[in-house]
Nanobody, 121 residues
Framework: QVQLVESGGGLVQAGGSLRLSCTAS????????MGWFRQAPGKQRELVAL???????NYADSVKGRFTISRDNGKNTVYLQMYSLKPEDTAVYYC???????????????WGQGTQVTVSS
């Protein structure tokens, strides 16, 4: 079984920064991609950023130029560095991973428990 554990959320003022971390642990053969989603109250969950095993990245238009996703393959960890935070970034941020638990197994999807990011105006 695999578990994703997130950390780094908190309360910041507009214009501030935070760095979120997510570490996958357990029976992991390979990780195809890891990413971050967020969900604000009354809104749909949306993709914020993702990074593939090959290092390709993708960002939501609303965070491009402000957020950076990165990874540490040796630690099975993904980071989300957030700069110039805005009140509209306030949401619960969820880590997501698409991974294999064995050589012949197919992809499985795992979610973290979420970490709250609150940006005050």
């Amino acid at each position: 079984q695999v578990q994703l554990v997130e950390s780094g959320g908190g309360l910041v003022q507009a214009g501030g920064s935070l760095r979120l971390s997510c570490t996958a642990s357990g029976s992991i053969y390979s990780i195809n991609a890891m990413g971050w989603f967020r969900q604000a109250p009354g809104k749909q969950r949306e993709l914020v950023a993702l990074i593939t095993s090959g290092g390709s990245t993708n960002y939501a238009d609303s965070v491009k130029g402000r957020f950076t996703i990165s990874r540490d393959n040796g630690k099975n960890t993904v980071y989300l560095q957030m700069y110039s935070l805005k009140p509209e970034d306030t949401a619960v941020y969820y880590c997501n991973a698409h991974l294999k638990e064995s050589l012949v197994g197919g992809d499985k999807i795992y979610w973290g428990q979420g970490t709250q990011v609150t940006v005050s105006s």
